[in-house]
């Protein structure tokens, strides 16, 4: 093809496509040098690729290399007790992809070796149990998906607001599906005891984590995990068993799960394990906050996604989750929680898992103020964090889910951001 044909038939081209340039509000989109649009042939079509079998376990597109969990590494002393967060920015839908999950550790990633992983239930039982990860693999299972969330999370922004993006504003949450055994079957295998009410659960890893765990809900909903999104568990997330404690703060969800003792009290009325307490402004603390209140965040726009192109049609995508049951709404604000309009839900909606929800309008170009609330099927709704801040304080780390403001602003920049 000669230069002038070229620049005709792109001409042409152009012409013939205007309706779908005029889709998006971004403009023109073919230069003179773009040789792999259209109408050229581009150079991925000219040859064969890879074959299978190259790649045994796929990776994302090397395109994709920046959605990774990231770490702030100024947050903790040291790597083995710390935290990376989670992409959120960079995902849709409600399911996290295993890699990107956040992890949480506090004393390293333990590698236990499948063959030699025991749960051992013993203390106010009939028949103190030694399971073998074999043992639990024939045992009946379950399907769940639910969201997990530390209890630290935006933990930073308890002042104002600290962190610039998603991922580490709100990023120590993931959700996934998870297989695995009913801890209902296991206690029941062992027979508990009538006098016992709190079961003592310890991990395998070198932090020996270990927590107190209400025998209630021990039978209601927790699961002996050992598959996340249908493969087994990735070693951060407590290869190859983990518990889950469904809507109930992160770190009661151990991870290598070595040891359940029952017993008749907390254990850590005795000392034995620690749990997380909340700091009044009264000097008082707030205990046995089990459970995760509803929260949500604007994932996209965000400040790590820009809105690029310039006003126009624009979607607004972020994601909701209750600890106590079902996100039965969430409304999104463009002007800092004046005025509310009700998001669109899709996808699946689960108990104690995360929803994907939309609001789509056409933005003038005016600089926006974005925030989300979700509202449960209990009627809880999403505080914002002033009026969080008059019951708690600020004195707290722990169960921040106050509402998170973006400003949007005029060139499609976004930034953490206050509002009165
Ligand atoms: N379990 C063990 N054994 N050791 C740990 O350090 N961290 C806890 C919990 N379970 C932890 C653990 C905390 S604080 C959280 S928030 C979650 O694991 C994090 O789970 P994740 O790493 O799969 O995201
Ligand atoms: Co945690």
Redesign the pocket.
Known sequence: MTETTDKASRRRFLTGAAGLVAAGAAGPIVRADDKNLPPHVAEWTKQLGEGVGTRPYGTPSKFEKDVIRRTVPWLTATPE?S?SF?PLHALDGIITPNGV???????GI?EVKPDDYRLMIHGLVDKPLMFTLEDLKRLPRVNRIYF??????SGMEWRGAQLNGAQYTHG?V?CVQYTGVPLKLLLEQAGVKPSAKWLMV????S?????SVPLAKALDDCLIAYRMNGEML?P???YPA??VVPGW?????????RRIKVGDQPWFAREETSK?TDLLENGKARQFTFVMDAKSVITSPSPQVPVKGGKGFTVISGLAWSGRGKVARVDVSLDGGRNWRTAKIDGPVFDKACVRFYYEFDWNGEELLLQSRAIDDTGYVQPSKDDLRKVRGVNSIYHNNGIQTWALKKDGEVENVEVG
């Open positions: 007790s935290v989670t999950c956040f992890e949480r550790h506090h004393g333990a997990l969330e530390c209890a630290a999370n120590m993931h310890e991990g395998g890893d932090a020996g984590m270990n927590r990735r951060e997330q407590g983990r518990l703060e992160g770190n009661m969800w151990v991870k290598w799960i997380y």
